[in-house]
Structures are given as structure tokens and as C-alpha cells.
């Protein structure tokens, strides 16, 4: 099945099609599972339980319900149990019942979730903030994860008893165009957007459930190097189209409407490697888009063939100042031992925005040795970069993004007073939307939950409506506890944190 | 140009019980056997198996200890929640801290498979670790173009040559060549295969590594006197072998011994094209005795550690990778680090370790233990206790065993390419001592970080 696309076809917006307009606001969204994983397992003997209800009382959490008309209860909703904290505060269900019916445990599954990278805790905290738009409280270690190093190692150095800022009143906002080359000054609410994942890679769904998002953030999100499905069209106000080696649906109309275009040289889930697309996940609709035999493996070059020096980046720049005089360029790079150098000429060539993207991150597969080996971690990178980019005098020019690696509201604050400008994410919007980073992404016909497959059946496990809030949700969430960093440190502006190393310290280092 | 190399995989699947990463966890005492099991769900299929045999017998449910890829699909559907997922023991007691259990079924799957480990959602492993995980490589864009060889466009070749090279050559006045070229052999892979480091293996495995060597390209040392007639060996001469063997090998190694000098010569006067290696232990001490060997004549040194890439080195234990700088940069020092051949061995488990080394000083390596492990073998260490062996590697089906093998070395050449293509480098020759292209975590540490943090805390040995 060919699919034909009519150019002159009217692009219906989506809420044509039943769906919402994607608004800024919090609202529940539940694990779209039936059983929604926490840390703990909780057990009811039903022989000994009595129905009489203490625990159902004493719970903070709701674990224990009995619906309305019901003499029994239901199966305890052990996601939302915190069993040790309960022990301290007293409101522990099993201390408290008084036929000795319950019981705890760790759950033997939480002990298997997640890696050194994305704990257990990283994952649950996550799906938590994506569920109900707030900070994760009580046990979960939301800040850090497990890896031993790099923002794992960092901490912030707050304060103590210091004047706070309301947080009303700070913004995190950010400009993308800090040239005065006469092109849109854009900015974006949040210092975070969305990372490219193709269509291929990811289901129509993912794709649409993050522009959404990015819609109702008013920040950005990314087509990846796939091509731009049409029903992105509606929201080509917030997609940067991506111009990648294999070019697959990189066409005037694409590059014309859009607001950012990037260059996509390298990518940290592979640096140094092209992408690669396996023939299961080619389906027509695919090869459609991109150009290509329906089945086959897609193999894009690496690099360029067409960029071998600086000067040969300026004319891509010049290539697409030429199509669209309104877009900004974004060159995206990975990073190798000469990183500095590399964002340094971008800015000569003409770039607007230097992304760097770290070799511990990427969503898409890519052969183990790639993602283990090649190219540095970013928060190497970014302190070197920026120093380079101080040295040269171009730092205010230069809108630094920075990702691969960065999964939680906090490395994004780490990385921005390590000298970034904001910070692209592409694992954790995976994760909120239900990924629990099996990491099978690449196998048959893809994804087991639905996230990053093209199979038709498979795609049917994820609502639009479901994604976009638990992407918004999320945003709010990173932006609430971006808010409370910034104003511990009594800032009113992200813009101010930028660069601020000396409020950061590593645990491996002496104390100055 | 020569002639593309090729390895012909074949996929060749385990005869034991796979030892898989994840368990699903089945508590069934509740289950109301409704007509939509999350079982049949699942896409992966694990449990159709356990459908088709259910009809048969009730109790007989499968393992689904290697299938199950942890998508928790099934756990988190199933309508009584009944199912769980636990790290299976098993896989955890696999290996130690340097084979680790990924590493071995990293290395399973590569055997089986010959395909480059490949999946999704970013690297999971820890920040940095010790030894190879220490050693970053460096990828070019933009102002230094990468090679696209994997798939083709570009060749990227693999091959080594051992033995001396002299450092020029001299004509006689009617153009033809006065320098006496010395032997030399070419490999087209910078892998040899070792002896194994816990006991001699079975002739039979002995056997199945040579045919290996010899389907690849590159030669086996071995001690074993039956398998001496084989094209693709170098004989291993212990110290206390009494008189040389007449050897009819392209290549030998001695034990480095007192009189390893003359024996060399000894033979070599018989068979001129020899190209002769001399063993010896890396660490400090070993670097005073290889420089005098090198300018006693000695072609190529085989330098090991142990099999966990230790060096022991007086009481301070070093990583190979370190200890392989060491020896070349005191070669280098000498103004003869060319003119020699580098060998090194020990601790060398994946395709990675192979680059990094090579990165670090060496010519090429010597493969042991990954061999073993294409074999299924599981690192228990049974045979070095005198208890039997859990897969019988001893009696090894002979096809199986090469294609496994060879199998392996398809993936790690692969993998090869993908990280010298990433470098932009070519040749695997000019990959020797390049540490240009590579990254060290300390040093990145101190330029990165030290401007930054500033001192850091000395790391507890």
C-alpha cells in the first residue's frame, strides 16, 4: 500500500479530527497498564482480613480501596505505597491492622528495572511527574541516578538561609537567535526541547504526542531524519526539520516551513556512525516518506560526503538561507576531542544554535560498542566548549544546547551552570510515555509498548490524547523543580544560571 | 588494491540452555485461566511454547530464562497481576568482575549470530570503570572526516604484518634491491589466538581453534604436537624444551630463556623465512630485557598479562593497557619501536579491547578466552578445579565449534570497522600507539573538570 500525498490536500488541524487543542495545563494521566509498577508489593491475607477498614484509613497514599457498596476491597494499588516512609510517620498499614493481614515487600521486579544510567528510582520518578505533572516526593531518588559519575557526582552548593525569589515571578525562557543577522528573534518558555526521532524509528503517535506538547510549551520538537509526516503540518510552528545524511524527505516544503532547520552531522546515540534503520520497521508508509523500498534496512551515510571542512558547512548554511532566509540553523555535532573546535567553526559558518550531543545518550539503537566507546560524555563537553566559546569572544552569540544523557530536571540545571543555554531531551519524553528502556527498540517489528514501532497493531497501544498529556505533565514538572533550583539560589531568570560553575561541586573533588 | 577481506558467518545456535538475563516470575495459584492470557500477547512469543506443551501435560511449563527480553508487557497486563520479573540468579552468578556476565552473553550472541550487538535507548552501563573502561576513542565530523566502511563504500582494512621491517632500503647500481628483506607475514585480522591461560584444552579444541585460524586467515599458537603440521600454527617452544624442533612453521614462539637469542639464530639458519616471537610478561621489568632482545635481532615479542589483563608488575598490579603504553613508549624512546612487531595478550574480551590495545602501543593481539566462550563456555573455572566441565567443551563438535569461532571474529571485525571508521582511520596499522584517538577519562577529567572543580580527590587503589 503506496500511500499517495496530494500537495494540494487541505491540512485539517487535529482538533478537525476529534482531538484537542494541546493546552499548558495539568491533568492526570495515569499508566495507560493495568497494573502500574512502584517499589513495593503489598499483600492482603484475605483469611485473616476482616474488612474492617484501618488500613483503607490510615494510608496517605490510597493503596487500600474499597469501592462504594463494596464489603471487600480491590487488589491494593501497590504502585502508589511508600512502605518506608510510612514506618516512620506511623501510618505503616501493616503495623496498623489489627489482624496482622498485611504485608510489604520490595518488589522483586523493582530490583530488576532500570541501569546504572536510568535507576529504578529515575524511571518511577518520571512516569510519576508524567502522571501527575508534580514532583516526585518521599523515596525515590529523583535526582541522580546510579552511573558514578559525571552529573551523577554533581550537586548543587544552595545556599544556606538565602533570600528565595518568588517563584511567580522567574522566567525560563530562553532565546534560540542571539545573532543580529536579521533573522527571527524566537524564544522558547522552557529551556528544553524536544530531540529528533524519525518516523520509522517512533510511531506517528510518539512524534505527534511530543510536537503537542512542544505546542502547548511553546518549545520545540524535532522530525528526526525521516521526513515530515503531513499531520505534523498543524504544529510546523514548533517542529525543527532535520537535515540529515541520508536525507529522507528533505524537501523545499519542508525546509520552507519551518522555523528551525537542523543539521544533524553526528548523533550520540552512534557518534561517529550513520543511522540505521532495519528492514521490519520500513513499512510502506515509511519507505513512502522516505523515498524507499518498503522492507529494506535504511543505511544513511556517515558523514556528509558532501562536508569535509568548515567551509563546506557554511555552504549547507548558505543552502538553506537560500531556501528559507527566515529559518534559524541549528548544527548538531557529537562530541570528539576537538568538540571546541567543531562549535566554534558552526558559529563562523553561520549557525545559529550549536548542539552538542553526548555519546551516553540517544534514544535510537545503535551498536553497543558505539554507545559505549566513542566520543565523550557531555558533561565534558560543555565546560569545554563553553570555555572555548568565552575565549573567543562569541559566547553571547551562540545559543549552546546541549544533550545525550540528560534525564532529569536536574542534570538540565547542571548542564546549564555548567555553561549550556538549555538542553534537548529525547530519553526521559520516552519514558514519561511509558519505555522502560528494555532497549529492544530495534528488534522485529520494534517496540513491545507501543513507543517506538510502525507496526499497525502495535501503534494502537498509545492514545494521542494519553501522550501529550503525559508530555505536558512532564514539562511542568521539570519547569516546577527548575523553578525551585533557581529560586533557592534567589535567581529570576534561567538566563542568569548559565555558566555558574562555582555554584556546582563534584563529590570526587577536594572542597576548595 | 587487494582483494576485499570477507568472513563468511554462519548463525549458529547454542547446544546448551541459554542462561538469559530476565525471569518471568509466574505465581499461579490465583490465575482464573481467562480466555485473554496476557501470554498470548506477547510479541516476542515466549510463551507459545508453553501453550503447545500444556495440552500435553499440565506441569510442564518452559524456561523462558533467555526469550524474555523484559518488556513487562505481560506483568503489567495481566489481569490479576500475577506476574513478575526478577534478575535471574543464574545470569547474575555468571563470570566476575572483569568477564562480566554481559560480557559473556554479549559474546554468546556474537558467536551465535555473527551480527554487531545492537539496541536502543542509550548506553546503561556506569560512567567510566576501571582498565579498558577508562579509555574512550574519538569519532571525527566536519573538519575530520570519518571512513564509511561498514557498509561498504569505503574499505577499511584490517590486516597486519609481524616481523622486522627495515628501516630502509638500499639499491645496488643496476636498480636491484641490496637490502636482504626480512621474513614477514601478513595477517588480515589484528587477532592471533592464544593458548589458553587455565590448562592446555582438548585436542579436539586445540584442533577446531587452528581450523579456525586457518578459515580466517590468521594462525593459532599452540603446544600441541599432533596439530604441528598445520599451515596455521605457531608452535609454542616452552623454556625447557630441549632441543628445538625442526620447524617448519611461517612463524614460532620461544619462551624468553637465556640462550633464547641462540636457539632463534640456531633455527632460523635452517629456515630463514621464520619470523621468531619471543614471550614475555609485561610489567617494568620486562622492558629492559625486550629492548636488549630487539637489538639482539629478535623480530616480534609476544608481551602478556594475566588472563584478566593484569599485569602484576612487583606487587603494583597494572592493566594491560598501561602496561602496552609503557613497552611501546620505551621502544619508542629506543628508536626502534618500527622496526619491531608488538603483541600483547590478556584481559582482551570484546571487539572494543582489540582497538583500545591497539591504541595503547600494540600491533595486534592475542585472543584466548573469547574463544572459549564462543564455545558456551560460562567462565565457571570447573576445569582448573578438576571438576567436570557443565557443556563438555572437551568433546566439542568440531564444525560447530570453528563456525562459532569464526562467527565471533566476524563480529568483532565488524566491530572493528565501526570504530575505525568512527576515527576516520583506514588501516589498522596506523591504528598502533595512536592514543591521539583515544580519550582517557583521567585526562578528560583534569581538562574538563579540573578548570571547573578543581582538585580532584585521589582514587582509592
Sequence with gaps: MAITVDPHRPIRPDHDLGLSVPKREVKPAPDRWRNQLGKYRVWRYEELCKKCGKCAEICPNGVHVRPEGYAGFVRPLESKCTAETCKKNGTYCVDNCPQKALRTEVLPLYKSLGDFRWTADLILSTWH?????????????????????????????????????????????????????????????????????????????????????????????????????DRLIPYKDHMITQVATGLFGVREETIRRARIVEFKYAQGAKPGLGGHLLGDKNTPAVAAMRGAVPGTSLFSPFPFHSVYSIEDHKKHVDWIRHVNPRALVSAKVSTPIDVDMVAVGSYFAGANIVHLDGSYGGTGAAPDIAKKNI????????????????????????????????????????????????????????????????????????????????????????????????????????????????????MSDVKELRGRTDLLRHLDYEEA | MPAKYHIHPKPTPPKHKRIGKYAIIDWREDCSACHNCVKRECIYSVYNDERDRLQKTVQDYVDYLYECKGCLCCVQSCTKGLLTQQVNPEYLEMGDDVWTADIISSTWYQAETAKVPVSGAGYPGPFRGPGFDSILTDMSEIVRPTRDGIHGREYISTQVDIGRKPMKLEFNPDGSLKTDFPAQVEIPLPVLFNMMPWHAPSVNVSKAIVDTAKALGTLAITNEPKLMSSESVIPHIPEQAKDDPAITARMAQWSDCKDVVARIKAVKEKNPDLVAIVRLPLGSASIPRALELAKQGIDAFHVYADWQGVVGNNGKPQHISIAVREIHQAFVAAGCRDEITLIASGGISLAEHVIKTLLCGADLICADVPLMVALECRICKNCTKGILCPIGLADVDHDYAVQRMVNLMSAWHSQMLEMMGAMGIREARRLRGEVGRAMFF????????????????????
Design chain 1, 129 to 229: 511527574m508524567a502522571e501527575t505533572g508534580e514532583l516526585p516526593e518521599g523515596e525515590l531518588e529523583s535526582e541522580v541516578g546510579n552511573s558514578g559519575g559525571g552529573f551523577d557526582k554533581i550537586r548543587f552548593k544552595f545556599p544556606e538561609n538565602g533570600q528565595r525569589t518568588n517563584p511567580d515571578e522567574i522566567s525560563t525562557a530562553i532565546p534560540l537567535n542571539r545573532r543580529e543577522d536579521g533573522r527571527p528573534k524566537i524564544t522558547i518558555d522552557l529551556p528544553v526541547y524536544g530531540g529528533g526521532m524519525s518516523f520509522g524509528s517512533v510511531s506517528p503517535v510518539t512524534i505527534l504526542s511530543k510536537a503537542r506538547a512542544a505546542t502547548a510549551w511553546n518549545i520545540f520538537s524535532c522530525t528526526g531524519e525521516g521526513g515530515y509526516i
Design chain 1, 375 to 490: 566520543a565523550m560524555p557531555i558533561e565534558y563537553a560543555i565546560p569545554k566548549v563553553a570555555r572555548f566559546l568565552v575565549e573567543e569572544g562569541i559566547r553571547d552569540e551562540v545559543t549552546l544546547i546541549v544533550s545525550g544523557g540528560i534525564r532529569t530536571p536536574w542534570d538540565m540545571a547542571k548542564a546549564i551552570a555548567l555553561g549550556a543555554d538549555g538542553v534537548v531531551i529525547g530519553t526521559p519524553e520516552m519514558v514519561a510515555l511509558g519505555c522502560i528502556r528494555c532497549g529492544k527498540c530495534e528488534s522485529g517489528k520494534g517496540c513491545a509498548r507501543g513507543i517506538a514501532t510502525t507496526d499497525a497493531e502495535m501503534v494502537k497501544k498509545m492514545d494521542i490524547e494519553w501522550g501529550t498529556q503525559r508530555l505536558i505533565n512532564m514539562l511542568h514538572a521539570w519547569r516546577l523543580q527548575l523553578v525551585d533550583i533557581l529560586s533557592r539560589f534567589g
Design chain 2, 442 to 461: 583521567d585526562d578528560l577529567e583534569r581538562e574538563c573538570f579540573g578548570p571547573v572543580f578543581g582538585q580532584r580527590k585521589a582514587v582509592e587503589a
